[in-house]
């Protein structure tokens, strides 16, 4: 049986658990939008046409961020075209994802969306096909209260009060050839330090984001965040971060995804740090990591709309992952990088929300259900409170093509002090055999099992297992047995190929 010793001690933490980090993200992209959040005609939809049972799913989930509009479309986007009356709005070609855009949702739209499930809105503004100005403009029309043209323009469209957007996305991926308005990082830098520099004039109390390389097996990786943050430091808040992960060759690879996350992130904080020093800057970047997930892209490159080969519709099946139990593994590891960064990263959206790469499926006129990916993600946002613990890992390994040696048992945790929790967020990479896990906890005090859950493959399941329309539950949480404390120890058995959630409160 494979074991791990995990050291941890309310005086060795990180930093406050910040709760930007469980975000997520709404594209105009396939049916994430139309059919996803939103779909007038279905039967449980309400009188502003948003999908009350997404409405439902949403809130059970809880991002406490939502990314919009994109992504790859924001690169091509009007904004204007979604505000106003909806009869009198454009259908427009959108060249990203190969589609029409009807625009019959917007702005507007989304900023009552986002208060109805509870959510910080997260907006782009296009840097590809437009620039300064039209920045400006999204920015006034959303956060200023009134008297001027484009304020007073979301009065007449029914919206008094400003929607007071704090988070702004300065572009997308514009490293990206595939991107409309692709930028070198100087034409980018420049470029979006200008804009933040007049959005701030707007409204001064708003964040920024700067694009940051779209994935970090990009040639200029590294060089693209020196030469951006040379241009932005001051004026920005964050860059960006974006990965994706999927099975490919080899299983063990695809498990120990977090490893390359650890070092994407570690990368980006030694490049930031280094512009910080060079420009004797007083304040400290972070990073924005939203976009990240599990996203079989090989699938999607022989798709017809990656080859541009696909006819022009409204709201296409684009990427529409179905994800395994193998998958929601992995999204488990790739959470505890996140909050084991958690003093570095401070925003993250998981991508996306609905349907494409999804936490959640619905379909047109049916049900919506959670995806495997989902479990981790709520649990991770509901129980990970207070301060991030550091802890040390002693674990079995295992030996990986492209990674080396791995530990088998991946964990993070957290410390609650107000209420005397510890959470604990496991995960056994082992695909055969249980491992025991041992967890020095006297440094807390008397403490007993609270809760404890794991989401693994059952009895007659393996790891392919997945939820679909006919069987929406069949991948979840069950309770986790066996978990013991005593004498400052706490001891939890882990199935083969699982992630679980143990809590820990005094006694």
């Not at 495997?372 to 802890?391: C, K, N, S």
Request: glycine share 10%.
């Amino acid at each position: 049986m494979p074991r791990a010793r995990l050291t941890i001690d309310p005086d060795f933490t990180i930093a406050p658990v910040p709760r930007r980090l469980f975000g997520s993200f709404v594209e105009h992209m396939g049916r994430c939008v139309y059919t996803g959040i939103y779909e007038p005609g279905h039967p449980k939809a309400d009188a502003d046409g948003l999908r009350t049972d997404v409405l439902d799913l949403v809130r059970e989930l809880g991002p406490t961020v939502v990314r919009y509009p994109g992504g790859n479309f924001v690169s091509g986007y009007y904004w204007e075209d979604g505000v106003g009356p909806k009869e009198q709005r454009p259908r427009r070609l959108d060249r990203a994802w190969r589609s029409i855009e009807t625009n019959e949702f917007g702005l507007g739209e989304f900023a009552r969306w986002a208060k109805a499930v509870g959510t910080e809105p997260m907006m782009a503004v296009n840097l590809g096909t437009r620039g300064i100005q039209e920045a400006c403009d999204i920015l006034e029309y959303a956060n200023h209260p009134g008297g001027t043209k484009y304020s007073d323009l979301r009065r007449a469209h029914g919206n008094a009060d400003p929607f007071g957007i704090k988070l702004w996305c300065l572009g997308n991926e514009m490293d990206g050839p595939w991107q409309v308005g692709h930028k070198t990082a100087a034409e980018y830098g420049r470029l979006a330090a200008e804009t933040a520099r007049a959005m701030r004039l707007v409204d001064p109390g708003i964040e920024l984001v700067a694009c940051g390389s779209s994935n970090s097996r990009m040639p200029t990786f590294g060089e693209w965040e020196r030469v951006v943050l040379e241009e932005t430091y001051d004026q920005v808040d964050y860059i960006s971060a974006h990965a994706y992960y999927q099975e490919h060759d080899h299983l063990g690879d695809f498990l120990a995804a977090a490893r390359d996350m650890d070092h994407f992130i570690e990368s980006v904080v030694a490049t930031a740090d280094a512009v910080r020093a060079r420009g004797k800057h007083r304040k400290r970047i972070d990073i924005s990591f939203d976009e990240w997930n599990v996203w079989y892209q090989s699938r999607h490159r022989e798709s017809a709309i990656a080859k541009g080969e696909s006819e022009w519709e409204v709201a296409p099946r684009v990427i529409e992952d179905e994800y395994s139990v193998t998958d929601a593994v992995v999204v488990g590891t790739l959470l505890n990088s996140l909050l084991r960064h958690g003093d570095r990263v401070t925003v993250a959206c998981q991508a996306q929300l609905v349907n494409v790469i999804g936490l959640l499926r619905s379909e047109p006129g049916g049900p919506a259900w959670k995806q495997p990916i989902a479990h981790p993600f709520e649990q991770v946002r509901r129980r990970a409170t207070g301060e991030i613990l550091a802890v040390q890992t002693r674990s079995d390994r295992y030996e990986t093509p492209r990674f080396g040696d791995v530990d088998l048992v991946d964990a993070s945790g957290t410390w609650d002090a107000e209420n005397g929790v510890v959470a604990l967020f496991l995960a056994n990479r082992d695909q055969a055999e249980a491992a025991a896990v041992e967890v020095g906890v006297r440094g807390f005090g008397e403490l007993r099992v609270q809760h404890a859950a794991v989401l693994a493959a059952a009895e007659g399941q393996d790891r392919h297992t997945t939820n679909d329309e006919q069987h929406p539950d069949r991948v979840g949480l069950r309770p986790l047995d066996g978990v013991v404390v005593e004498d400052g120890l706490a001891h939890v058995t882990l199935p083969p190929l699982s992630w679980a959630v143990v809590q820990l409160a005094r006694a």
